[in-house]
């Protein structure tokens, strides 16, 4: 359920990746009804899987799916998104300046990279949607999830089975379909408190 205000403010991120996404390649999604359903239906469901609160990690950022969409909607939030690509990043940012999101910060770096400069950071939870590399990614982002964060991954049912071997560090939960896919979960890793 969202208010009014996040209502308005969903319907002024999607006018800017539509109108941004004529000029540069932000998503392959095009029509307003599918960046609804796809994009913003698929980030803001995880809001209702769990509570989010502290700092989130964003990992792949590219048009703000999941971490600048779950921003909206706990805008208490402290969100770091990663996004190497230049043209991707100034877009992160024109979002969050024209919706008035305060508590974000866009970064250049790759999730390795990030690990290996920010080796002391932690976050309640980090989030990643449509990235490869599980084998990379899962270890870096452990290493970032505080006492009893949470990893949240955007994958398909063929890609779970091979999670548990990555990091025996975490815990997982059962694979929540996401709505109107047939393929498509997000998996919850817990780190030990």
């Known amino acids: 359920d969202l208010s009014a205000h996040q209502v308005g403010r969903v319907i002024v991120y999607l006018d800017l990746l539509l109108r941004w996404n004529r000029k540069i390649n932000l998503t392959a999604v095009r029509s307003a009804e599918d ?4 994009h913003f239906g698929e980030s803001l469901f995880l ?16 048009a703000g799916f999941p971490g600048l969409a779950l921003k909206i909607v706990s805008p208490g939030l402290t969100v770091t998104l990663l996004e190497p690509a230049a043209k991707k990043r100034a877009f992160l940012k024109e979002v969050a300046r024209v919706c008035s999101m305060d508590s ?3 970064r250049s770096e790759r999730l390795a990279d990030f690990v290996i400069r920010e080796p002391e950071s932690r976050f ?7 990235v490869g590399d599980l084998d990379r990614l ?7 999830l505080a006492p009893g964060g949470r990893l949240c991954l955007w ?16 815990h997982w939960d059962e694979p929540i379909p996401v709505p109107l896919s047939r393929e498509r979960v997000i998996l ?5 408190a």
């Open 188 to 192: 919850l890793g817990h780190l030990a």
């Open 35 to 38: 960046c609804v359903t796809r």
């Open 138 to 144: 899962v270890p870096d982002a452990t290493e970032l």
């Open 124 to 130: 309640d939870t980090v989030t990643a949607r449509a």
């Open 155 to 170: 994958l398909t049912n063929s890609q779970v089975p091979g999670l548990v071997r990555i990091s025996s560090r975490l």
């Open 47 to 62: 809001s209702r899987c769990l509570e989010l609160k502290g700092r989130l990690l964003d990992v792949g950022s590219g």
């Open 104 to 106: 974000v910060e866009v």
